[in-house]
């Protein structure tokens, strides 16, 4: 079956550290992959795109990097600060053609200490 | 430019009761979403339309989920009659063409007692 799997367990780390997210997938072969960061009570935004012949990309203090081979996805936020407290989703579109049947991961809640 | 609106952002009713959702997507924007997103099951795509055309419903859960987009400025999602499992955040959202960015709204707290 066709799954997107992100750590359920929230991630704690120290304020300056690097956060590191996983975001893993089975039985599909996105031409693209997505990071959105959701604040509570709020709707998701859109992060970063990564395309799939693209290994890393990277916006400020963050970077994605994109492996289809071992079919992962990890987000690093880089010098992390107390604001960068968040749930992160990864997305994907399953049929490589656009974003209009996105799915979505069910995130990860990251939480920085300062 | 104010985003894409929602309305309302909670609402509370009773078991069989209809609701309706609105969604005011970004001037321009030629796709709209409906999102649902729960705790077990996390952000589903309900529904998109294209130009106001209703592209790809394959998400709807039931004949009791139904979706309007009467012009380009606005979208309704209704629910008859709501059942408490309909209880979740109902996410629009739009994109100017299908490669761009998708941008969402705040969100609809629908609780279903």
């Known amino acids: 079956s066709q799954k997107i799997e992100q750590n359920s367990e929230a991630l704690n780390i120290q304020e300056g550290k690097t956060a590191t997210l996983t975001c893993n997938y089975t039985?599909?072969?996105?031409?693209?992959l997505q990071w959105y960061r959701q604040d509570p009570g709020r709707g998701p935004v859109f992060l970063l795109l990564?395309?799939?012949?693209?290994k890393e990309k990277r916006k400020e203090r963050l970077k994605v990097t994109f492996d289809t081979t071992l079919k992962q996805s990890l987000f690093h936020i880089t010098a992390s600060q107390p604001a960068d407290s968040a749930t992160y989703l990864c997305?994907?579109?399953?049929?490589?053609?656009?974003?209009?049947?996105?799915?979505f991961g069910t995130g990860t809640r990251l939480l920085v200490s300062p | 430019d104010a985003g894409v609106i929602q309305s309302p952002r909670h609402e509370v009713t009773e078991m069989g009761q209809e609701v309706t959702l609105r969604c005011k997507p970004i001037?321009?924007?030629?796709?709209l979403f409906w999102y649902r997103q729960t705790m077990m099951r996390g952000l589903e795509l309900l529904i998109y339309?294209?130009?106001?055309?209703?592209?790809?419903d394959s998400g709807m859960p039931e004949d009791r989920f139904s979706a309007k987009m009467p012009n380009a400025s606005f979208s309704t999602l209704k629910i008859q009659p709501s059942e408490p499992r309909d209880s979740a955040v109902y996410f629009c959202?739009?994109?100017?063409?299908?490669?761009?960015?998708?941008?969402f709204g705040e969100g609809s707290w629908l609780t279903v007692v």
């Open positions: 990564i395309r799939e012949n693209e």
């Open positions: 001037s321009g924007h030629d796709y």
């Open positions: 339309f294209n130009n106001n055309v209703p592209i790809d």
């Open positions: 997305a994907l579109d399953p049929l490589g053609t656009g974003f209009q049947k996105l799915v």
């Open positions: 959202a739009s994109s100017a063409d299908r490669r761009n960015t998708i941008y």
């Open positions: 039985n599909y072969s996105p031409a693209y």
